[in-house]
């Protein structure tokens, strides 16, 4: 949940309604059923895990957006997709109510993306590989069987797959882990006595210099070490 204001209304939701729905709660601390429906709203909303997003504001604070929404009696849900309102209702209303209009909002599952959900969640390879032949390019389904192929040491097709996916964080982690196993990098060895004989030959070898990213992009940015190694390769480099 989000408080927006006059000054940030344009960007936290006419732009973001392009990303996800957003509902607009106008409220007022004076106004006792905004009260009431405040925490229902967030509760709703919150179950959707980011699906559809909640902005607050506090129309006696912001009347440039309360004039734009022409409100008259508050509180008052507004629901936004691509910059226009697509739902709306005026005045408190029960938890059911509030569900089927959030509801509304969410997009909904298709067939494709169920199947792809369950064969992931159960690492079954055919059934993700059945998902690629109708949607070749399925994130989930592409990222999910490339982790079952590196699982069982075929790097090659893993890579060929992640390669129909724009670079996103989960990506990079894959392609490394993939490398890695080409490379015969084995989950036994000691990372850190591979990364300093590396580190030398990572200023001038370019082959040693991505094996080394990819041991610390396997390592993930949380383990502390990535940062210590990256500001060792920094030092060498430049």
């Known amino acids: 949940m989000v408080d927006v204001t ?6 936290e939701v006419l732009a973001r309604s392009a990303q996800v729905p957003v509902v607009v709660d106008l409220w007022a601390t004076w106004c006792g059923p905004c009260t009431t429906l405040g925490p229902i ?11 559809v997003v909640l902005v607050k504001v506090d129309v006696d604070a912001n009347p440039e957006i309360s004039a734009a929404f022409q409100v008259q009696s508050i509180p008052a849900v507004f629901a936004l997709r691509d910059g226009a309102v697509v739902d709306q209702f005026i005045g408190a209303q029960p938890e ?9 909002l969410v997009p909904a599952i298709s067939e494709i993306d169920q ?4 064969a992931a969640a159960a690492g079954d390879e055919d059934g993700l590989r059945q ?3 109708s949607q070749p390019d399925h994130p989930l389904a592409v990222g999910a069987l490339a982790a079952v192929l590196i699982a069982k040491g075929e790097p090659d097709e893993a890579i060929t797959l992640l390669g129909r996916l724009p670079e996103t964080a989960e990506v990079r982690h894959l392609l490394a882990e993939a490398r890695l196993v080409q490379r015969g990098e084995s989950e036994g060895i000691d990372v850190d006595t591979r990364l300093g004989d590396l580190l030398d030959q990572a200023a001038t070898d370019d082959e040693a210099r991505q094996e080394f990213l990819d041991l610390l992009e396997s390592l993930g940015p949380e383990d502390p070490r990535t940062a210590t190694w990256r500001r060792a390769l920094s030092s060498k480099l430049f």
Do not use: C, S
């Open 96 to 104: 059911a109510a509030v569900r089927e209009f959030v509801a509304r």
């Open 41 to 51: 709203l967030e509760k709703v909303v919150d179950e959707t895990d980011g699906a």
């Open 115 to 118: 199947q792809a959900e369950q």
């Open 6 to 11: 006059d000054a940030t209304f344009e960007t």
């Open 131 to 133: 998902v690629l032949a």
